[in-house]
């Protein structure tokens, strides 16, 4: 009888979670499968094929850029990384204790901005007129106004500076359970800082960098409006595609087909980084 | 030939003196312990000669030569942490080949010295397995042959016993001082814990507030102490405030706050009549019965605490202070509420200046 009311308990908890995951996640997904799945032989017609995997593939401007959506995204989440480690250890190992809410509180103002207002203030500082130019020109270091907009390095900029965040919290929350004797021990025993760095604070913060990476991979190849906004029509990026065909088309097959291959390209890209860094979700992300 | 000296070491954070003005001198293969509460400077004093702070005065020599200026990682000596600071994310023989990749040792060599390492702490075998499958005792010993299997000059351990439990503590005192032997390396033992100090350690210095009070062999700590301070820290004792009433020839007659008064030898500093003191008497130094020379206390049996070799009767006096006498056999036939007669020679109680607190 324990068991039962345990598992009836167990059941009713999990139900408001299960609904959540079936009814947003699951449903939806299964829906654009099942869409992208469809070929359209005429007018309201529609069979069950592959027709639409075998258009993408047909078309090299759309694995193109999903190509380059992804390379792209690699560099961003590297960047991202480079910049986001030394600011979480920073945060988390020298600044002094009562600095670091302030410190971690000033990373998430950010976010209190949506999306597309921060890309907007990006717009005001480079556009041809904007702030950037016309101080250049003013310090006489230009002569005439540049557009700093729409090119792959503003949009990069951009994208670091939007996903930054995401790298460094979960650095900052693993790293801060590091001990500073773990530190002292690896130069007590002879290490440089270079070895005290390399064998011990990076696979120590191994879990909290491989969950930073993969969020920010994901974050960036799914991102909309930066590319867009920044890179205007030169952007190529894959949402756009995707947004492209359900909008602009009215073709939501070939969106659909384009959104699973989105998933299924990200995903597979996270997967092959796991294998080649030697880790697995369970030891990284899942740990603790 | 000392490994390891200090001279005149000061350390400030701040205002407040961690380590005031601190000499001492390790003789070369010795078992040295500093010995003080907790808060009076050891872990500072420590992390000063493996070079994670730096003194604001004095000079630190290994080998007779200053290290002030060398970085912790070029320092000859090792330090085992007080949370052992065992790397989690390597097995056990990554962590202990670990300073030897650092120091550049050939690769082939490696395995070799931690396998010989591992047979010498008693551990052969367990390369492969993770710190977190190591009991306590074991990680303590993989935290000790991390170091010695890079050969110091000295071996610094910080209170390393502290996280272990009683009885595993016990075992580890004997198991250090006899892996100290077989190493031949000079040890640098820091602990609150008298009892630890005393088994393990050629020389004991006892530290309070950032000062060395009194360096020595652990016997003389024990049998001649030098202040009120070590006396009371170093053993137990009994220990009851007075004024000196009469002095003749270093021996005084104390009036005790409460009333009574017992006659003791005076430590050697400046006390004068009317000076006040703390009286000191171990426990083993009381006898049952009455003596012949004055210091003789009558009162009742408080409780009898019974611990083997160890035993002790509380004699409650009839001025109302608790005596610990040392009960060896055990087996004295007294009551709880019997009354009881306790003396003791003049020699063997001790008074020091009271401190100004
Ligand atoms: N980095 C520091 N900054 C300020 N005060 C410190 C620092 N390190 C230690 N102290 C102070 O110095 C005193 C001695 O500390 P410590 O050497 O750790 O004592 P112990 O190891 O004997 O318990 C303590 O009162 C501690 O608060
Ligand atoms: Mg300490």
């Given at each position: 009888m324990r068991s039962d009311t345990g598992k009836l308990s167990l059941i009713l908890l999990m139900a408001p979670f299960a609904l959540w995951i079936v009814l947003l996640i699951a449903l939806p997904q299964f829906g654009i499968g099942y869409v992208s799945l469809r070929?359209?032989?005429?007018?309201g017609e529609y069979e069950l094929g592959f027709a639409n995997y075998t258009a993408f593939l047909g078309e090299p401007i759309y694995w193109n850029t999903l190509l380059r959506t992804a390379w792209m995204s690699i560099l961003v989440t590297f960047l991202a990384l480079v910049v986001g480690f030394p600011v979480a250890y920073y945060i988390a190992k020298i600044a002094r204790k009562r600095a670091r809410a302030g410190l971690f509180l000033l990373c998430l103002i950010?976010?209190?901005?949506s999306d597309l207002v921060r890309a907007f203030g990006w717009i005001v500082l480079l556009r041809e007129t904007g702030i950037v130019s016309s101080s250049l020109q003013w310090m006489g270091v230009i002569s005439g106004p540049v557009?700093?907009?729409?090119?792959d390095i503003t949009v990069i900029i951009g994208l670091v500076y939007t996903v930054v965040l995401f790298m460094i919290v979960p650095l900052v929350s693993t790293l801060d359970g590091m001990d500073d004797a773990m530190l002292e021990a690896g130069y007590n025993l002879g290490g440089s800082r270079f070895t005290v760095f390399r064998r011990i604070i990076v696979p120590y913060a191994m879990p909290g960098l491989v969950a930073g990476c993969i969020i920010t991979f994901m974050l960036t190849a799914g991102s909309y409006l930066t590319p867009i906004l920044l890179?205007?029509?030169?952007?190529?990026?894959?949402t756009e595609q995707i947004y492209n065909q359900f909008i602009?088309?009215?073709?939501w097959e070939a969106g659909a087909t384009f959104g699973v291959l989105l998933l299924a390209f990200t995903s597979l890209v996270v997967w092959v980084g796991l294998r080649l860094t030697g880790q697995s979700l369970a030891t990284t992300v899942a740990k603790e | 030939m000392y490994d390891l000296r200090c001279e005149s070491v000061i350390k400030r954070f701040g205002n407040f003196t961690?380590?005031?003005?601190v000499s001492f001198g390790v003789p070369a293969g010795s078992f040295f312990s500093i010995l003080g509460p907790?808060?009076?400077g050891k872990t500072t004093l420590m992390r000063m000669i493996a070079g994670f702070e730096h003194p604001d005065a004095g000079d630190i020599l290994l080998k007779e030569n200053s290290?002030?200026?060398?970085?912790p990682n070029k320092r000859n000596v090792k330090m085992v942490f007080?949370?052992?600071?065992?790397?989690?994310?390597?097995?056990v023989g990554e962590n202990i080949a670990y300073g030897l990749r650092c120091r550049g040792d050939a690769k082939a060599g490696i395995g070799e010295k931690v396998r010989a390492v591992l047979d010498r702490v008693g551990?052969?075998?367990?390369?492969?397995?993770?710190?977190?499958?190591?009991?306590g005792g074991q990680k303590q010993r993989i935290a000790i042959a991390r170091c010695m299997v890079l050969e110091p000059d000295v071996l610094l351990l910080d209170e390393?016993?502290?996280?272990?439990d009683l009885k595993l503590r016990e075992h580890m005192k004997i198991e250090l001082k006899q892996l100290q032997h077989q190493f031949e390396t000079t040890f640098l033992y820091i602990t609150h814990d008298q009892s630890e100090a005393l088994v393990m350690s050629d020389n004991v210095a006892v530290m309070n507030a950032g000062r060395f009070e009194q360096i020595g062999p652990p016997r003389e700590l024990y049998?001649?102490?030098?202040s009120g301070f070590v006396a009371g820290f170093v053993g137990d004792t009994n220990r009851w405030e007075g004024r000196i009433d009469r002095l003749v020839d270093g021996t005084a007659r104390v009036a005790l706050n409460g009333g009574g008064s017992v006659l003791a030898k005076t430590g050697a500093n400046s006390l004068r009549e009317a000076s006040a003191v703390e009286v000191f008497v171990r426990p083993e130094a009381v006898a049952i019965g009455r003596g012949n020379d004055g210091a003789t206390l009558s009162g009742r049996v408080d409780s009898l605490l019974f611990n083997g070799a160890n035993s002790r009767i509380l004699v409650r006096t009839e001025t109302g202070k608790l005596v610990e006498v040392a009960?060896?056999?055990?087996?004295?036939g007294f009551n709880e509420g019997d009354p009881i007669d306790i003396h003791w020679h003049a020699d063997r109680a001790l008074c020091f200046a009271r401190d100004a607190a």
């Amino acid at each position: 009888m324990r068991s039962d009311t345990g598992k009836l308990s167990l059941i009713l908890l999990m139900a408001p979670f299960a609904l959540w995951i079936v009814l947003l996640i699951a449903l939806p997904q299964f829906g654009i499968g099942y869409v992208s799945l469809r070929e359209k032989v005429g007018p309201g017609e529609y069979e069950l094929g592959f027709a639409n995997y075998t258009a993408f593939l047909g078309e090299p401007i759309y694995w193109n850029t999903l190509l380059r959506t992804a390379w792209m995204s690699i560099l961003v989440t590297f960047l991202a990384l480079v910049v986001g480690f030394p600011v979480a250890y920073y945060i988390a190992k020298i600044a002094r204790k009562r600095a670091r809410a302030g410190l971690f509180l000033l990373c998430l103002i950010p976010l209190w901005v949506s999306d597309l207002v921060r890309a907007f203030g990006w717009i005001v500082l480079l556009r041809e007129t904007g702030i950037v130019s016309s101080s250049l020109q003013w310090m006489g270091v230009i002569s005439g106004p540049v557009e700093l907009l729409y090119n792959d390095i503003t949009v990069i900029i951009g994208l670091v500076y939007t996903v930054v965040l995401f790298m460094i919290v979960p650095l900052v929350s693993t790293l801060d359970g590091m001990d500073d004797a773990m530190l002292e021990a690896g130069y007590n025993l002879g290490g440089s800082r270079f070895t005290v760095f390399r064998r011990i604070i990076v696979p120590y913060a191994m879990p909290g960098l491989v969950a930073g990476c993969i969020i920010t991979f994901m974050l960036t190849a799914g991102s909309y409006l930066t590319p867009i906004l920044l890179g205007g029509k030169n952007s190529s990026w894959f949402t756009e595609q995707i947004y492209n065909q359900f909008i602009t088309r009215y073709n939501w097959e070939a969106g659909a087909t384009f959104g699973v291959l989105l998933l299924a390209f990200t995903s597979l890209v996270v997967w092959v980084g796991l294998r080649l860094t030697g880790q697995s979700l369970a030891t990284t992300v899942a740990k603790e | 030939m000392y490994d390891l000296r200090c001279e005149s070491v000061i350390k400030r954070f701040g205002n407040f003196t961690a380590v005031n003005g601190v000499s001492f001198g390790v003789p070369a293969g010795s078992f040295f312990s500093i010995l003080g509460p907790s808060g009076c400077g050891k872990t500072t004093l420590m992390r000063m000669i493996a070079g994670f702070e730096h003194p604001d005065a004095g000079d630190i020599l290994l080998k007779e030569n200053s290290v002030l200026n060398l970085a912790p990682n070029k320092r000859n000596v090792k330090m085992v942490f007080q949370h052992l600071a065992l790397f989690p994310m390597m097995n056990v023989g990554e962590n202990i080949a670990y300073g030897l990749r650092c120091r550049g040792d050939a690769k082939a060599g490696i395995g070799e010295k931690v396998r010989a390492v591992l047979d010498r702490v008693g551990l052969p075998g367990v390369e492969d397995k993770q710190i977190s499958q190591l009991s306590g005792g074991q990680k303590q010993r993989i935290a000790i042959a991390r170091c010695m299997v890079l050969e110091p000059d000295v071996l610094l351990l910080d209170e390393p016993l502290g996280a272990l439990d009683l009885k595993l503590r016990e075992h580890m005192k004997i198991e250090l001082k006899q892996l100290q032997h077989q190493f031949e390396t000079t040890f640098l033992y820091i602990t609150h814990d008298q009892s630890e100090a005393l088994v393990m350690s050629d020389n004991v210095a006892v530290m309070n507030a950032g000062r060395f009070e009194q360096i020595g062999p652990p016997r003389e700590l024990y049998d001649n102490p030098v202040s009120g301070f070590v006396a009371g820290f170093v053993g137990d004792t009994n220990r009851w405030e007075g004024r000196i009433d009469r002095l003749v020839d270093g021996t005084a007659r104390v009036a005790l706050n409460g009333g009574g008064s017992v006659l003791a030898k005076t430590g050697a500093n400046s006390l004068r009549e009317a000076s006040a003191v703390e009286v000191f008497v171990r426990p083993e130094a009381v006898a049952i019965g009455r003596g012949n020379d004055g210091a003789t206390l009558s009162g009742r049996v408080d409780s009898l605490l019974f611990n083997g070799a160890n035993s002790r009767i509380l004699v409650r006096t009839e001025t109302g202070k608790l005596v610990e006498v040392a009960d060896t056999s055990g087996a004295t036939g007294f009551n709880e509420g019997d009354p009881i007669d306790i003396h003791w020679h003049a020699d063997r109680a001790l008074c020091f200046a009271r401190d100004a607190a």
